[in-house]
């Protein structure tokens, strides 16, 4: 699945050619970039996430947003401003008598991540700002059953390619994110990872950061994109919601009170269980079946087949595209795709009450946009049992390139400046 503005695919091969990077500099200047990011305390972050949401503002309304003091206030912003994190706007004038209202905004340049999407057939690697602005992107096509040591030095040699090639300056990078496909291990263990046996049991995280020398995580592909949604979005972003999320399967990521929710294990959000058990696909034994509309990659081209489609498409892409042109038998595919799914987010806004679902992800095609946005909005708003209690925002992700790897270059800065992760999420040290 490629779109026009997608960088090349380049081929496993010539990664290989190319040989391992020196990371001695990257390195050297990594834990410079992790002093940078202690910020030492909650208040800290409390106000960098304030500024964060706003874009730009003042310090009398950092001080009402996070309830601190002006002059707490003030002297956590010298410190940062000291530290290069954020920057000063030009002085207003008060709208009434009183001191110039001076704003204040993160510098993007100021600290970046790198974020990696592992897909059993691609990896895709993305250099971001604290903005989420891909500044460099790669994308490698793998070879079948390749092995986990290769996969890590593939991983490891995009990375230092995409900061290299960048020209940033390496003290401002603060680590690597990696979105996988679970089920995971609260440790970055890929336990049970869909179409490859190869790496089953693999200790990605703690492997990665060995090998680059700098902080790693490792999250599911639904959770890092949902983070990376919070983190891209603001304030249109700032409330609790529920990501779903199209790649290997259907995944979906929660965001509850400015907190990407990963349950006990890391592995909260397993969606296709919630279809199978609402569309009552259960087995001899009483257990949720696969189902397949929850892949709809590899679903589409199948049902449309099954209700009549006779023409030339075979990819997914191909028969999302007859669904753009309105072909009768990919479009009823794509419906009953949309059918399945929309019952499973029903089941997640009866439990959770939540006001926002939001759905994206790399094989979220545009032409599907329309039949499963409003197929879930219908359902989400009329089916559960406090339908009449509250309206359900159904929308498209606002991250509509590299969702996932973006998303998981948001979980290092998310681990780095939000209030409250700082406490509990742990990365993967050198």
């Given at each position: 699945?490629?779109?026009?503005?997608?960088?090349?695919?380049?081929?496993?091969?010539?990664?290989?050619?190319?040989?391992?990077?020196?990371?001695?500099?990257?390195?050297?200047?990594?834990?410079?970039?992790?002093?940078?990011?202690?910020?030492?305390?909650?208040?800290?972050?409390?106000?960098?996430?304030?500024?964060?949401?706003?874009?730009?503002?003042?310090?009398?309304?950092?001080?009402?947003?996070?309830?601190?003091?002006?002059q707490?206030?003030?002297?956590?912003?010298?410190?940062?401003?000291?530290?290069?994190?954020?920057?000063?706007?030009?002085?207003?004038?008060?709208?009434?008598?009183?001191?110039?209202?001076?704003?204040?905004?993160?510098?993007?340049?100021?600290?970046?991540?790198?974020g990696?999407?592992?897909?059993?057939?691609?990896?895709?690697?993305?250099?971001?700002?604290?903005?989420?602005?891909?500044?460099?992107?790669?994308?490698?096509?793998?070879?079948?059953?390749?092995?986990?040591?290769?996969?890590?030095?593939?991983?490891?040699?995009?990375?230092?390619?995409?900061?290299?090639?960048?020209?940033?300056?390496?003290?401002?990078?603060?680590?690597v994110?990696?979105?996988?496909?679970?089920?995971?291990?609260?440790?970055?263990?890929?336990?049970?990872?869909?179409?490859?046996?190869?790496?089953?049991?693999?200790?990605?995280?703690?492997?990665?950061?060995?090998?680059?020398?700098?902080?790693?995580?490792?999250d599911?592909?639904?959770?890092?994109?949902?983070?990376?949604?919070?983190?891209?979005?603001?304030?249109?972003?700032?409330?609790?919601?529920?990501?779903?999320?199209?790649?290997?399967?259907?995944?979906?990521?929660?965001v509850i009170?400015?907190?990407?929710?990963?349950?006990?294990?890391?592995?909260?959000?397993?969606?296709?269980?919630?279809?199978?058990?609402?569309?009552?696909?259960?087995?001899?034994?009483?257990?949720?079946?696969?189902?397949?509309?929850?892949?709809?990659?590899?679903?589409?081209?199948?049902i449309?087949?099954?209700?009549?489609?006779?023409?030339?498409?075979?990819?997914?892409?191909?028969?999302?595209?007859?669904?753009?042109?309105?072909?009768?038998?990919?479009?009823?595919?794509?419906?009953?795709?949309?059918?399945?799914?929309?019952?499973?987010?029903?089941?997640?806004?009866?439990?959770?009450?939540?006001?926002?679902?939001?759905?994206?992800?790399?094989?979220?095609?545009?032409?599907?946009?329309?039949?499963?946005?409003?197929?879930?909005?219908?359902?989400?708003?009329?089916?559960?049992?406090?339908?009449?209690?509250?309206?359900?925002?159904?929308?498209?992700?606002?991250?509509?390139?590299?969702?996932?790897?973006?998303g998981?270059?948001?979980?290092?800065?998310?681990?780095?400046?939000?209030?409250?992760?700082?406490?509990?999420?742990?990365?993967?040290?050198?």
């Amino acid at each position: 699945m490629t779109h026009p503005t997608d960088p090349p695919i380049r081929p496993l091969s010539e990664m290989r050619q190319r040989g391992p990077r020196d990371t001695r500099a990257l390195a050297g200047h990594r834990k410079a970039g992790a002093n940078q990011s202690d910020l030492g305390s909650f208040n800290e972050a409390a106000i960098i996430e304030a500024i964060r949401q706003a874009g730009t503002i003042s310090r009398t309304e950092i001080s009402a947003q996070t309830g601190l003091t002006q002059q707490s206030v003030s002297r956590i912003l010298r410190v940062l401003l000291e530290r290069g994190l954020l920057a000063e706007g030009a002085q207003e004038r008060a709208e009434r008598l009183g001191k110039p209202r001076t704003p204040v905004r993160l510098r993007p340049e100021a600290a970046h991540a790198a974020g990696v999407l592992v897909d059993p057939e691609l990896v895709s690697v993305v250099l971001s700002d604290l903005d989420g602005r891909a500044l460099e992107r790669r994308r490698i096509a793998l070879d079948d059953e390749i092995a986990p040591a290769a996969l890590v030095e593939l991983i490891a040699g995009c990375v230092e390619e995409v900061v290299a090639d960048s020209g940033i300056d390496v003290g401002t990078f603060l680590g690597v994110g990696v979105a996988a496909p679970g089920p995971i291990t609260p440790d970055g263990r890929l336990l049970d990872l869909p179409l490859s046996r190869a790496w089953r049991n693999v200790p990605l995280q703690a492997m990665l950061a060995e090998r680059l020398d700098c902080p790693v995580v490792l999250d599911k592909d639904g959770a890092a994109a949902a983070i990376g949604e919070r983190w891209v979005g603001r304030t249109e972003r700032a409330s609790d919601f529920v990501y779903l999320y199209f790649g290997t399967g259907l995944g979906s990521g929660l965001v509850i009170n400015g907190e990407s929710y990963r349950g006990t294990s890391a592995n909260a959000g397993e969606f296709g269980q919630l279809c199978a058990v609402r569309a009552g696909r259960i087995d001899a034994e009483g257990r949720p079946q696969l189902v397949r509309e929850c892949n709809p990659p590899v679903a589409l081209p199948e049902i449309a087949r099954e209700l009549g489609y006779d023409g030339p498409a075979r990819t997914y892409r191909e028969l999302c595209a007859e669904v753009g042109a309105g072909n009768p038998a990919a479009t009823a595919a794509a419906q009953q795709i949309a059918d399945v799914i929309a019952l499973g987010a029903v089941a997640l806004v009866d439990l959770l009450d939540l006001p926002l679902l939001v759905i994206g992800g790399p094989a979220f095609e545009p032409e599907l946009e329309e039949i499963v946005v409003s197929t879930i909005d219908r359902a989400v708003n009329s089916l559960p049992t406090a339908h009449q209690a509250r309206t359900v925002a159904v929308e498209r992700s606002l991250v509509k390139v590299e969702a996932g790897a973006i998303g998981a270059a948001s979980t290092i800065f998310h681990a780095s400046f939000a209030p409250s992760v700082r406490r509990t999420r742990k990365l993967a040290l050198p």
